[in-house]
């Protein structure tokens, strides 16, 4: 059973996985949110939005990224919040901008996230969701109770930074404002059309001078990149929105990214 399908069953609300059955045990890792502050529901997706949940389903984290969990169990547990919402162009995507006098990765384009705490419970069960809603809260300022999730992606591993995340899916089912709650650390907030993200006019191989490469989208002033493309590109091909677009096109990092 993959880590996805121990939380989640299509077309119920989850709040603990099979080894949380036991009351007591449930208890112990409810003490600072209930079962429904971290339930994964399924119910009620527009009908867009299905392909997604049906991929998130089926995809191993081989087929996501070729970086995956040290099989120690070492690495910085976290967490990233995948949330698709419905703005005036259709589907779109939130995303932030690191703020650019950042150590790592200035500049650069993500999604809400960050370490877990003790407090958000588990890493291999809920903990996870709590705190990908958590760190977007934080982030951008949402309202986490209009955030519906309906998926969690296998864990992924980022080499440079040594953590180990698990990608969290959203449904924004009632969409509250957004901004850059502290500048120093996001520089901006914003949400990008899937049609943008799609459209191969807006799509490229960023090429990193260590020799690294992965796909870039070109969208909202920004270039996407590394593990923030990587999973978006993933999600568009295994949910069949991908477009053909030139993969020979290139787009040049430099050391500093």
Known sequence: MTHAEEIVQEGHQVGYPEQYADPARAADVADTASAADVAVATDGLPDWLRPVERAARTMGAEQLSRFLPPKSGDGRQSAVLILFGEGERGPELLLMERAGNLRSHPGQPAFPGGSLDPEDGDPATTGPLRAALREAEEETGLDPSGV??????????????SFVVTPVLGWWRTPTPVDAVDLGETARVFTVPVADLTDPANRATAVHP?????????????????????VIDRILHFAGWERPWDQDRQVPLDWRA
């Open 148 to 161: 519906q999730v309906f998926g969690v992606l296998p864990k992924l591993y980022i080499p440079v930074s």
């Open 210 to 230: 260590s020799g690294h490469s992965g796909p870039a989208f070109l969208v909202e002033s920004a270039m996407v990149w590394g593990f923030t493309a990587g």
